[in-house]
């Protein structure tokens, strides 16, 4: 059967989540309903990443297998269209060896997460950042930042129902960007790992917020980092301001794909 690499994009407000369940609308099971449309019995398909409910994506990459020789533009063009009205798109479809996994193959995955810090309510970017009013300070929040890079036990920054087997992870890269904005400024943060664990950028946001806000020194995010415990953690940030942009794989596959 050949193997598709596929490139999507949603908004995760009305998703319960990438995974598939029986009883909610999914990301992933609005890929294999489209699917469904095109050949029958397709197999269940696997992402790079398990985005949690209201999670968005700008770079999320699953395989899928088919029993038809599809060209790659063709298949994501009838995805795209099976995928209508919901607010998920097909960016690019590439062809791939039968070994290599969406997931298991992926060598780095690159989050980011948005807050947007002003008075006035949100309106365009509404369900798209977290909204604080309180004027965040980026300086101890780049300081706190720096306890967290390197290799640790990130216990304290993972959710309990967390099904890793391990809790040590490498975090490559944390960075904060302060962008001003007319009426107040939008913070972004970008993190990158081979790999995280479940809810371990929320936790980590919802620390930093902490000390943005003077709740937190920046040396007691070292403190909780050390506890290796979840009751150390701050409050976990909220869904709307995450995004998954980008997975890296050792060969890009969409790097001559045309759509």
Request: proline share 7%.
């Amino acid at each position: 059967m050949p193997r598709y690499a596929l490139k999507l994009e949603y908004n995760g407000a009305p998703f319960a989540g990438w995974q598939r369940q029986t009883d909610c609308t999914t990301v992933q099971g609005a890929v294999e309903a489209a699917l469904a449309r095109l050949e029958d019995n397709v197999p269940t398909i696997a992402a790079a990443g398990r985005t949690d409910a209201g999670v968005h994506a700008t770079g999320q990459v699953a395989h899928c297998d088919m029993a038809r020789d599809w060209t790659p533009f063709r298949l994501s063009e009838a995805l795209n269209y099976h995928l209508k009205p919901l607010p998920v798109a097909v960016l690019a479809c590439a062809r791939v060896e039968d070994d290599w996994h969406a997931r298991f193959s992926a060598v780095e995955r690159r989050y980011l997460y948005r807050i947007i810090n002003r008075r006035a309510p949100l309106v365009h970017a509404a369900g798209q950042a977290w909204h604080l009013r309180g004027r965040l300070a980026v300086e101890p929040m780049q300081e706190a930042a720096g306890h967290l890079i390197g290799k640790h036990d990130f216990t304290t920054f993972r959710a309990t129902i967390c099904q890793a087997r391990s809790p040590v992870k490498t975090l490559d890269a944390l960075e904060i960007v302060k962008v001003p904005q007319d009426h107040g400024a939008e913070l972004q943060m970008r993190l990158r790992a081979r790999s995280f664990l479940h809810s371990q950028v929320r936790s980590i946001i919802g620390s930093l917020e902490r000390v943005g806000s003077g709740g937190w020194e920046p040396a007691d995010m070292k403190t909780a980092l050390e506890a290796a415990d979840r009751a150390a953690c701050g409050p976990v940030a909220p869904p709307d301001g995450l995004y998954l942009t980008g997975v890296t794989y050792p060969d890009d596959p969409f790097e001559s794909s045309p759509a």
